[in-house]
């Protein structure tokens, strides 16, 4: 399932809500009485029904990751002119925003369908300058996990990172600060955590599950097992 890419700042949905005082907005209320409520994802978008974010099941490698955003940095590195170190802020705020409802499909057998909200990695890219020979991206993770795409699949199917699933910030066990939202690609493809976008040449690499006999390409269309 998959939606048009389109701009964040056409797509304000729902905001988080607010707790105020029971006389409404009234004048030099105490606000250190006033709690901020946790945001509400939305579960359905155009007339497409969401997934909850509890719909995901837990299998990473090592279980949730705690990332902190304060010292958190995103790397762009390898066949590139520019490398590039983000903070958590500069990665969200700095670039532009794209919303988009996307299926995981999961080999264990499961599948959500979430609307996800990020940034291009190709927009990334660019500002590191990739080198002409560059033609995969290895995404390294926090917990050591890592997977490998074609260049030109990112590039051409406006690939995402995400940092929001059903307009609330990514929670520690779905990934944050920021899962790939890989398209038409088994779930295992989908890597969380993300601190390293690497360009390489490699046509070769295999990453975790990669090596452990699962297909490199990933593609939906396809056995999960390497042929």
Same mark, same amino acid.
């Given at each position: 399932?998959?939606? $048009?890419?389109?701009?964040?700042?056409?797509?304000?949905?729902?905001?988080?809500?607010?707790?105020? %005082?029971?006389?409404?907005?009234? *004048? %030099?209320?105490?606000?250190?009485?006033?709690?901020?409520?946790?945001?509400?994802?939305?579960?359905?978008?155009?007339?497409?029904?969401?997934?909850?974010?509890?719909?995901?099941?837990?299998?990473?490698?090592?279980?949730?990751?705690?990332?902190?955003?304060?010292?958190?940095?995103?790397?762009?590195? %390898?066949? *590139?002119?520019?490398?590039?170190?983000?903070?958590?802020?500069?990665?969200?705020?700095?670039?532009?925003?794209?919303?988009?409802?996307?299926?995981?499909?999961?080999?264990?057998g499961w599948?959500?369908? $979430?609307?996800?909200?990020?940034?291009? $990695?190709?927009?990334?890219?660019?500002?590191?300058?990739?080198?002409?020979?560059?033609?995969? $991206?290895?995404?390294?993770?926090?917990?050591?996990?890592?997977?490998?795409?074609p260049l030109?699949?990112?590039?051409?199917?406006?690939?995402?990172?995400?940092?929001?699933?059903?307009?609330?910030?990514?929670?520690?066990?779905?990934?944050?600060?920021?899962?790939?939202?890989?398209?038409?690609?088994?779930?295992?493809?989908?890597?969380?955590?993300i601190t390293?976008?690497?360009?390489?040449?490699?046509?070769?690499?295999?990453?975790?599950?990669?090596?452990?006999?699962?297909?490199?390409?990933?593609?939906?269309?396809?056995?999960?097992?390497?042929?």
């Open positions: 399932m998959e939606r $048009i890419v389109m701009p964040v700042a056409v797509l304000f949905l729902v905001l988080p809500g607010i707790m105020i %005082g029971a006389n409404g907005c009234g *004048v %030099g209320e105490d606000k250190s009485k006033v709690g901020e409520l946790k945001p509400v994802e939305v579960r359905e978008y155009e007339g497409v029904d969401l997934s909850s974010v509890n719909d995901f099941r837990e299998n990473s490698i090592k279980g949730p990751q705690r990332v902190d955003a304060e010292s958190y940095r995103l790397k762009i590195t %390898g066949l *590139v002119t520019d490398p590039k170190t983000y903070t958590y802020d500069e990665v969200i705020n700095n670039h532009q925003n794209y919303q988009k409802v996307v299926a995981l499909d999961c080999v264990e599948r959500v369908t $979430i609307l996800w909200e990020g940034l291009l $990695i190709r927009d990334l890219i660019e500002e590191a300058k990739a080198l002409p020979e560059a033609n995969v $991206i290895i995404f390294h993770a926090y917990d050591g996990y890592t997977t490998s795409l030109d699949y990112i590039t051409s199917k406006d690939i995402m990172i995400a940092y929001k699933v059903n307009d609330v910030v990514l929670p520690p066990e779905r990934g944050f600060p920021f899962q790939l939202v890989a398209e038409s690609k088994w779930g295992y493809k989908w890597i969380k955590w390293e976008i690497e360009l390489s040449d490699d046509d070769n690499y295999r990453g975790y599950w990669e090596q452990r006999g699962y297909s490199n390409s990933g593609d939906l269309n396809e056995g999960f097992f390497e042929k």
